[in-house]
Every structure is written in C-alpha cells, then in structure tokens.
C-alpha cells in the first residue's frame, strides 16, 4: 500500500529553522503533485506548499520568504525548509500527494510530524 512518512518535526524557538521530509513509497513519486499541509488546533487543515511534478512551486502568503519546497526524485522524497519560525507555525505538518491525470485521481496523505515553536 502506499505510504507517505513524515520526519523532521519538533521543538524550536522562535526565528529557528527546520527541516521536514516526506519519503514516499509505492507510487510513481515523479508523477505526483506533493503538498504540505498543515492543521493547528482549532483550525482547518491549510496548504502552506506546494510542487508540482514539473517543479511548479506555490507557497501560502504566510509562508513566502520563510519556506522552501523541494523535491528528489531519485528519492522519492519531498521537503519543506522552514526558516524563521514563528509560534503561529506550530501545527501537525502533513504531507500529501496527488496524481490527476488521464481521468484518474490519486490522493495520498502521511500521518503528520508535529511542530511546536516555542521559547
């Protein structure tokens, strides 16, 4: 079964950085769009961003300047560099992946790292 798994959550202080990895497995991982996500409690779930298979990146405006996404194909990874991290950052990351093609969608979603700012 496909499987999408998140690392590099945790605690930092604020205007600390951070570096999330999504590994994903069973997929053709250069097909798919890869998104991060994330869900602060008491809030709905928000892109913070996103690269499409060619490459195509997109950042939530909160997130613009601060936040790199990246991907490695020959890894079947994705990444998110978090630099400057603010407490209203802290939230469960997810990862997710998409395939919409040819009539056919495939959305995959990890199970989430968590990440806390804080002083």
């Known amino acids: 079964q496909v499987q999408l798994v998140e690392s590099g959550g945790g605690l930092v202080q604020p205007g600390g950085s951070l570096r999330l990895s999504c590994a994903a497995s069973?997929?053709?991982?250069?097909?798919?769009?890869m998104g991060w996500y994330r869900q602060a409690p008491g809030k709905q779930r928000e892109l913070v961003a996103a690269?499409?298979?060619?490459?195509?990146?997109n950042y939530a405006d909160s997130v613009k300047g601060r936040f790199t996404i990246s991907r490695d194909n020959a890894k079947n990874t994705v990444y998110v560099q978090m630099n400057s991290l603010t407490l209203e950052d802290t939230a469960v990351y997810y990862c997710?992946?998409?395939?919409?093609?040819?009539?056919?969608?495939?959305?995959?979603w990890g199970q989430g790292t968590q990440v806390t700012v804080s002083s």
């Open positions: 069973r997929i053709i991982f250069s097909l798919y769009d």
């Open positions: 997710n992946a998409v395939f919409n093609a040819f009539g056919r969608r495939d959305d995959y």
């Open positions: 690269i499409t298979s060619g490459g195509l990146t």
